[in-house]
Structure formats: structure tokens, C-alpha cells
């Protein structure tokens, strides 16, 4: 996953990079307007993390540009401009989401996923990960265009893979998505094993790219092959 941050703030926008690599993403950093709008035509990203006010320009103009360029890449807006009219003018021209500063990092890492997870194709939801498709609203899931036919907690499950991708979940958190407060049902964890062993198995007849992996003594990781 690859993000582009456009802040001015030297010290803000070291943070927030450092923040950002620790969770595994790869960074970009842009420090005025002009830097930015040429990395922004130059290469797509999966989010960018967006100040209003640059040395050189107006982040709201960049969404602008964004919006001529025909682009997808989701915005997080940041500033410290907590103006209504801002954050309408934002979200109208295309961010995905908008949030002020100061902030606590925790936050803008849960958002920043936040907007990645989100895709909109003629008016749908979706989550996509190599070439495996997952509707939410729908509780659909497509390999290429085909189905891939699940049962209710094989796709609570597997949703819950995709919104972590590359990251090693233990079985009590998989149960947790599952289950919620029933957790204490007392053959959840049985369940669980079964239930990512048949997942595990569709996923590979069905020649998805994604693959959930067991991580021995501590739980599952889901990887793009």
C-alpha cells in the first residue's frame, strides 16, 4: 500500500511517516503545492493524506486536479482548519474523509485504513485485494468475476482477512469478529481452526491470489501470492 503525504510541517510530516512505515506502508512525503501535484500526475496512490493550507497553493485545488485527472486515489484531508465550510468543500470535491488537527496517530492510522477499504464502482462498495473481490453491503465475493460461494462466518472471517492484510491475527480475534461478546462459546476456537481450514481450501480451488497462511503459535496471516 502506498500513501503520499502532502504537509508542510516538517516535524508533523516526519511523524506521521514514521507512523506510517511502522504499519507497513510505503511513504511518499511532498512539502508544497507544487511537489505534490507533480508527484499526484505522476503516480498513483492508495491514500493521500492531504493539508489545506501549502506554501504555493491550496490542498483543495489538488482535489481539484485530482477530479480533472480522472483519478480513484483516496483522500484523507488533515489540517487545522475545523471550518464547516471546509470540510463540506473537501468531501464535496471527492476526499473520502477529513480530520483535524491535532490528532492522535492511533486515529489517523485507523482512518487512513479506513479510506483505503473503501472503493466505489458505479455506486458499490468493495474491497479488493489481487484479484479477489468483497462486497460487503452484498456479503459477496468474486475471484476474478466468479463467485466464490461461502458460508456466513467463512465470509465474516474472511472479511476480516482483507481489512488485514499481512498481518498475523490470532484465533481470539478471529473468534471476536465472529462471534462478538458470545466469544465464550466453549468450542470457538475448534471452530475457528475448521472454519479457516475450509476457507484456506475454496480460496486455493478457486485460483485467488490471496492466500491465508498459519503462523505457528500465534494464529493466521493473509498475504497476496
Known amino acids: 500500500m502506498k500513501i503520499l503525504?502532502?504537509?508542510?510541517?516538517?516535524?508533523l510530516r516526519k511523524t506521521i511517516e514514521t507512523s506510517?512505515?511502522?504499519?507497513?506502508?510505503?511513504?511518499?512525503?511532498a512539502a508544497d503545492y507544487n511537489s505534490a501535484l507533480q508527484k499526484m500526475s505522476d503516480y498513483d496512490y492508495d491514500c493521500i493524506l492531504l493539508d489545506i493550507m501549502l506554501p504555493g497553493g491550496s490542498g483543495l485545488d489538488l482535489l481539484k486536479?485530482?477530479?480533472?485527472?480522472?483519478?480513484?486515489?483516496s483522500v484523507l484531508i488533515i489540517s487545522a482548519k475545523d471550518s464547516l465550510d471546509d470540510k463540506v468543500s473537501g468531501l464535496e470535491l471527492g476526499a473520502d474523509d477529513y480530520l483535524t488537527k491535532p490528532f492522535h496517530l492511533a486515529e489517523?492510522?485507523?482512518r487512513v485504513k479506513s479510506v483505503i477499504r473503501r472503493k466505489q464502482v458505479k455506486g458499490e462498495l468493495f474491497i479488493k485485494l489481487g484479484n479477489l473481490s468483497l462486497y460487503p453491503d452484498k456479503r459477496e465475493v468474486l475471484i476474478?468475476?466468479?463467485?466464490?460461494?461461502?458460508?456466513?462466518?467463512?465470509f465474516d472471517l474472511l472479511y476480516y482477512f482483507v481489512v488485514n492484510p499481512g498481518r498475523v491475527i490470532n484465533k481470539i480475534s478471529l473468534?471476536?469478529?465472529?462471534?462478538?461478546?458470545n466469544i465464550d462459546q466453549a468450542d470457538s476456537l475448534d471452530f475457528i481452526y475448521s472454519q479457516v481450514k475450509n476457507l484456506r481450501r475454496k480460496l486455493k480451488q478457486a485460483d485467488a491470489t490471496v492466500e491465508i497462511t498459519a503462523v505457528y503459535g500465534f494464529g493466521?496471516?493473509?498475504?497476496?501470492?
Open 175 to 181: 473468534a471476536e469478529s465472529v462471534w462478538g461478546d
Open 5 to 11: 503525504i502532502v504537509e508542510d510541517e516538517p516535524e
Open 108 to 110: 489517523l492510522n485507523a
Open 65 to 73: 486536479e485530482l477530479k480533472r485527472l480522472h483519478r480513484s486515489d
Open 144 to 154: 476474478e468475476k466468479e463467485p466464490l460461494i461461502l458460508n456466513r462466518k467463512e
Open 220 to 225: 493466521y496471516k493473509l498475504f497476496e501470492a
Open 20 to 29: 506510517l512505515v511502522r504499519e507497513k506502508f510505503m511513504v511518499e512525503v
